[in-house]
């Protein structure tokens, strides 16, 4: 499967934007989806992820929301209330099921730049 990341942008803190990960080549009911962020100098860290279940890192929890459109084989990350510790390349991964740990997951899209302001 090809996943392709966008939304990314520039925000105040307190705003919202919305992540997209497109899914090509297979389905992605067929995998486990996490989005992952990385800020500079950090490791790279699980935010979200949904295959059936929806899970969050207490980090996100009551601010971001995955979910997906299985017609148009894309899953979303909806993150409201952004705070500037957001900002960071968000990407999207698959995985055969349920994972945190970034080195567990198949395939990757390319980052999207989230950037918040204080």
């Known amino acids: 499967v090809q996943l392709q990341a966008s939304g990314g942008g520039l925000v105040q803190a307190g705003g919202s934007l919305r992540l997209s990960c497109a899914g090509s080549?297979?389905?992605?009911?067929?995998?486990?989806v996490g989005w992952f962020r990385q800020a500079p100098g950090k490791e790279r860290e699980f935010v979200a992820g949904?295959?059936?279940?929806?899970y969050y890192d207490d980090s996100v929890k009551g601010r971001f929301t995955i979910s997906k459109n299985n017609a148009k084989n894309t899953v979303f990350l909806q993150m409201n209330s952004l705070k500037p510790e957001d900002t960071a390349v968000y990407y999207c991964?698959?995985?055969?099921?349920?994972?945190?740990?970034?080195?567990?997951?198949?395939?990757w899209g390319q980052g999207t730049q989230v950037t918040v302001s204080s």
């Open positions: 949904m295959r059936w279940n929806t």
């Open positions: 991964a698959a995985a055969r099921g349920y994972y945190t740990d970034s080195v567990r997951y198949d395939y």
């Open positions: 080549g297979r389905s992605l009911l067929t995998y486990f």
